[in-house]
C-alpha cells in the first residue's frame, strides 16, 4: 500500500529535524506542504481526535490539531521551538509574556488557512479558533513533547499549574468566558 500524505510528511519533517538547521528546514517544510493544504486538511479531519501526536522523537514531536471557535485552549508554554501550519480554517493563538509569577496579555495572532508561524522556546499561549469551522493544523516542535515538564498557567492570577490532562480539561474555557478574546 502506498504510504499516507501524512506517514509522507512525517518522514520528510524526520529529515529536516535531523538536518543542521532544523528551523529553517522545518519551516519550508510547511511551507512546502501549504500547497497540499486540502488533501492535508483532509487527512487531519480523519484523525480519531482533536490532538493526535503522530510521531515524536529527540529531535521533534508532529502532532495534527482540530480546534473549534466554542473552546479556547488554557494558557501552557511548549518550553522548546513550535511551527504551526493551518490547512483549514483560522487557528487563534493567544499569546502572553512571562512577568516574574504573572502572566500579561501581548496580543492575539490569526493564523490564517494556508499560513506558517513559529513560536519560540519562550512562547505561552492559549489557543482556540475563529469563524465557522474548526482550523486544521499540523503543529511540530522541535524536541519531544511527552518528555519535557512544562506548566499551565491559571487564566486569572498567571499562576503556574501542574500541566496533567485532568488540569488542562478542567480549564477549557467558553470564548465569551476568556477576557482576551472580547
Ligand atoms: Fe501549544
Known amino acids: 500500500m502506498e504510504p499516507s500524505i501524512l506517514e509522507n510528511f512525517v518522514e520528510r519533517a524526520c529529515s529536516a529535524a535531523a538536518?543542521?538547521?532544523?528551523?529553517?528546514?522545518?519551516?519550508?517544510?510547511?511551507?512546502?506542504s501549504i500547497s497540499d493544504k486540502t488533501a492535508m486538511a483532509e487527512a487531519i479531519a480523519r484523525q480519531p481526535d482533536d490532538e493526535?501526536?503522530?510521531?515524536?522523537?529527540?529531535?521533534?514531536s508532529i502532532w495534527t490539531c482540530r480546534y473549534h471557535s466554542d473552546v479556547v485552549l488554557p494558557p501552557h508554554e511548549?518550553?522548546?521551538?513550535?511551527?504551526?501550519?493551518?490547512?483549514?480554517?483560522?487557528?487563534?493563538?493567544?499569546?502572553?509574556?512571562?512577568?516574574?509569577?504573572r502572566l500579561r496579555h501581548a496580543k492575539n495572532?490569526?493564523?490564517?488557512?494556508?499560513?506558517?508561524?513559529?513560536?519560540?522556546?519562550?512562547?505561552?499561549h492559549a489557543v482556540?479558533?475563529?469563524?465557522?469551522?474548526?482550523?486544521?493544523?499540523?503543529?511540530?516542535?522541535?524536541?519531544?513533547?511527552?518528555?519535557v515538564t512544562r506548566s499551565l498557567f491559571d487564566?486569572?492570577?498567571?499562576?503556574?499549574?501542574?500541566?496533567t490532562m485532568a488540569n488542562f480539561h478542567a480549564?477549557?474555557?467558553?470564548?465569551?468566558?476568556?477576557?482576551?478574546?472580547?
Open 155 to 163: 487564566w486569572t492570577s498567571g499562576g503556574e499549574i501542574e500541566f
Open 128 to 147: 482556540t479558533a475563529e469563524g465557522d469551522m474548526p482550523s486544521y493544523a499540523i503543529h511540530i516542535y522541535e524536541g519531544a513533547t511527552t518528555q
Open 171 to 182: 480549564m477549557l474555557r467558553k470564548p465569551t468566558d476568556v477576557e482576551e478574546l472580547q
Open 52 to 60: 493526535v501526536l503522530i510521531f515524536e522523537n529527540e529531535t521533534c
Open 78 to 101: 511548549h518550553l522548546m521551538t513550535v511551527h504551526i501550519a493551518v490547512y483549514r480554517g483560522n487557528e487563534v493563538e493567544i499569546l502572553y509574556h512571562r512577568d516574574a509569577d
Open 19 to 32: 538536518c543542521e538547521n532544523p528551523t529553517a528546514a522545518l519551516r519550508s517544510l510547511l511551507e512546502e
Open 109 to 124: 495572532r490569526v493564523v490564517l488557512e494556508g499560513e506558517v508561524v513559529s513560536l519560540g522556546p519562550d512562547a505561552v
